[in-house]
């Protein structure tokens, strides 16, 4: 099962995501994560990049927000304890199960 992790670097938050993905990849061998850094907004624009860290299984988004806008952001996810910068652990391994 191959995961995507998109990110860029003024965003700090996709550093959590990643530990939170590399945890589920030590647990689930089956789980590869590749990482993709958005270098400007043409490239955003190009593959609809609507936030860091955005984390996709194939093509989609395990969090999508339509009314995300495109470009080159911090992404705001909605957490059991409120706003954070990237979804809990429970909340990707059930995105990843439900996928």
Do not use: H
Not at 10 to 23: D, F, H, S, T, Y
């Amino acid at each position: 099962m191959d995961i995507t992790l998109q990110y860029f670097d003024g965003c700090p938050n996709w550093k959590i995501a990643a530990e939170r993905l590399a945890v589920l990849a030590a647990a689930y061998p089956g789980i590869v994560v590749t990482r993709r850094l958005v270098e400007n907004l043409e490239d955003a624009e190009t593959i609809g990049f609507r936030g860091s860290p955005s984390i996709l299984m194939g093509e989609t988004d395990l969090f999508p927000d339509p009314s995300a806008s495109v470009g080159l952001a911090c992404r705001i996810y909605t957490t059991p304890t409120g706003l954070a910068g990237a979804p809990t652990l429970e909340q990707l391994r059930d995105a990843i199960t439900a996928a």
